[in-house]
């Protein structure tokens, strides 16, 4: 029998690297000085390839991102508006507790991916917000729902090192 291929997988991953000069964003993968602090594997059993457009670019804007000691993490500053003119697709989306067809849906799979490796750092979490409806890809209760300029993500660099966001779909 044929088995189906997962979905598009996003790993987002905080490591502490020594103190260093700060680039604006780091490198591809973590360098060796580097310590995986915290990761998560989202894996959706979707195979909408808008949905996976939506996850890559959501991933691709992360990744690499420097939050500085003190620093706070904002989903939405950095990944911005899920719109059609930025390039995100329409994908089933979560509005009102219903399935729904938007620009950017899928990104929540990023979001909660960072929120749980987040929480496996003991980072310090100053926003965030579950889904209205379970998820196929996170624990039930441990999503990050994200809608851009009214819900966000945020989490706070309580180290003393810099920390770097890995993510890849």
Partial sequence: AAQKEPAPVDEPAASNPAPAPEPEKAEEEPAPE?????QYQAISQSEDAARAQNIRLAADAIDGVVIEPGGVFSFNEVVGDSSAE???QEAPVIRNGKVA????GGICQVSTA???AAVKADLDIVERHPHSVVSDYAPIGLDATIVY??????IRNNTEHDITIYAKA
């Fill in 101 to 104: 067809v938007g620009d950017g």
């Fill in 34 to 38: 580097q310590q995986i602090i915290g």
């Fill in 86 to 88: 930025r390039g995100y």
């Fill in 114 to 116: 960072l929120y749980i």
């Fill in 149 to 154: 300029g009214q819900i966000d993500l945020r």
